[in-house]
């Protein structure tokens, strides 16, 4: 084949292009030696950047000054400087300090080094924006459930924030791999470093790159195949499960009846709350707030939005930091402010008292990435509440309880949201709390879907499950609740039976209902 040149001032010159030779070369051993380095220092470089990169962006979002500010810092500073000029600086630190040298001293070691310096800024943006598209919703399910801040990463918010990264990753990996190029300026044998001296030797500058370019271009579509077949493994709303019970599951279901609460360990109230006050940027938004439930207590509390009802039955899960007050469960300290001199009070929670409290969420929080069965055995699993086997036949028990075995391997994405809120009620009671909160549990869900979770929540109150529920289901409420408070403007007008609220003794409860139509 001959391709024809223009040459200023020289006319035309023909120069044929050696088809053979450039053939020959993508069967060339040290082409291929070199393909596997660019390979091992990529992925290398792509997988610890991940790791380091993850650490570097829960950093930078740390409240904390002394990790947010040189986590800020080092991104600021290591996505300014050139690769090329970090990778001439590693190169040659061993100058300066020889106990470097050991490492330093070979090529790859200091091309990965300086690679993953650099990158682990970039992936940390990347993972960044992962975890910014978590719901809050998630971190507060796994809190409500026990789990510290590492068991929260590694199992809630890790295995989601790398499905919505992974894409970005790829592409990642993938510029990783264009610039590992750079590295045969510190006389690593790479793809490019072989290319340039071969057409040093023959002159034959275009089939020579020709091939060099094969071997990047080869990379990057095995290894983009591969990355798109993980991006959809792990994408779990491409997964619609269809499994139903066998017989030996219906059999584990039903075998016996599985305990919903913990033995109570004392006589006292099963929850005290105490003088519990909250503010959000100087507006008080609950006031002086005192509430008592004894065990197997129901207490609805209702009220206009507003009134502080959804603020409360957070401060009593210590899913908001309370301003005053104190919070008892079974008589033991739960959440209580250490005051020591002029000192701002500090924040105290014990929280062994946690597992004792089971919530149920109006937007239900299920974990998107875990199954419903797996929904239910990821808590118990953490804390090591008893064999898998025992765990599995309390899940199958409870998930028959609410209606939704049939469900169990299904994911989240897969249900109604009447169903959804049915799997997090089963959630919560596999902790076997000794009280469960409910928060609004119905609002996010579709008229004709609000019986499904109701049936379930009134089957529980016949049970004896000490419950609070914040609702605005006035027939619900009066029909199941022992107690129930009347909110508003962040203070309990009224705290009493469905009864004495009934006759109308309190003005302001009786011009909230007068509008219900109470069965």
Not at 14 to 20: G, Q, R, S, V, Y
Request: proline share 4%; with cysteine.
């Amino acid at each position: 084949m001959q391709i024809n040149f223009l040459l200023l001032g020289q006319g035309t010159a023909t120069m044929t292009f050696d088809w053979n030779y450039t053939f020959g070369l993508l069967g060339d051993a040290e082409f291929w030696r070199a393909t596997w380095t660019v390979i091992k220092l990529s992925t290398l470089t792509w997988v610890l950047s991940i790791g380091l990169g993850f650490l570097l962006a829960l950093a930078k979002q740390s409240r904390h000054g002394l990790l947010s500010v040189p986590a800020r810092g080092y991104i600021w500073l290591f996505r300014s400087l050139p690769l090329l000029v970090l990778l001439i600086f590693i190169y040659n630190l061993p100058q300066a300090l020889p106990c470097t040298s050991a490492i330093l001293a070979d090529p790859f070691w200091s091309g990965l080094l300086a690679l993953v310096i650099c990158e682990t800024a970039y992936v940390a943006e990347i993972h960044r924006g992962g975890l910014l598209s978590i719901p809050k919703g998630q971190g507060e399910a796994a809190r409500a459930l026990g789990l510290k801040f590492f068991g929260t990463q590694w199992r809630v918010v890790i295995p989601q924030a790398l499905r919505v990264a992974l894409p970005s990753l790829a592409n990642e990996y993938i510029s990783i791999v264009k610039l590992t190029s750079l590295v045969s300026v510190i006389s690593l044998t790479e793809i490019l470093m072989v290319g340039q001296r071969l057409y040093s030797q023959n002159f034959l500058v275009i089939e020579t790159m020709a091939a060099v370019a094969f071997f990047y271009v080869f990379i990057v579509t095995v290894f983009d195949f591969l990355l798109k077949r993980l991006e959809r493994f792990l994408d779990v709303n491409q997964r619609n499960v269809s499994r139903v019970p066998d017989a030996a599951v219906l059999a584990l279901a039903t075998q016996q009846r599985v305990a919903l609460q913990r033995p109570a360990t004392s006589g006292a109230p099963a929850l005290q709350a105490t003088r519990l006050h909250k503010a959000y940027n100087d507006i008080e938004v609950l006031g002086s707030v005192n509430l008592q439930v004894l065990p197997g207590e129901v207490v609805s509390v209702i009220g206009p939005s507003g009134s502080g009802k959804t603020t409360l039955i957070r401060l009593l899960n210590g899913l908001e930091q309370l301003d005053n007050g104190e919070i008892k469960i079974n008589g033991q300290p739960f959440i209580h402010l250490n005051k020591t001199g002029a000192q701002k009070p500090q924040y105290i929670e014990h929280a062994e008292h946690r597992l004792n409290i089971g919530m149920v969420f109006q937007s239900f929080n299920l974990f998107p990435h875990l199954s419903v069965l797996d929904n239910l055995l990821m808590a118990p699993k953490y804390h090591g509440l008893g064999r898998t086997d025992e765990l599995k036949q309390q899940a199958y028990a409870l998930l028959h309880k609410v209606g939704m075995l049939d469900h169990a391997w299904k994911y989240p994405h897969q249900l109604s949201g009447g169903q959804q809120q049915r799997v997090a009620i089963a959630r919560a009671l596999m902790m076997r709390p000794q009280i469960m909160l409910f928060d609004e549990p119905t609002s996010a869900l579709d008229p004709e879907k609000v019986n499904e979770v109701l049936q379930v929540i009134e089957a529980l109150a016949e049970e004896g499950i000490t419950m609070v529920i914040v609702t605005h289901e006035m027939n619900f409420a009066f029909k199941v609740s022992d107690r129930i408070v009347f909110m508003e403007k962040g203070r309990v007008v009224c705290d009493d039976t469905p009864a004495v609220l009934r006759s109308g003794q309190n003005p302001r409860v009786e011009a909230f209902l007068k509008d219900v139509s109470l069965a």
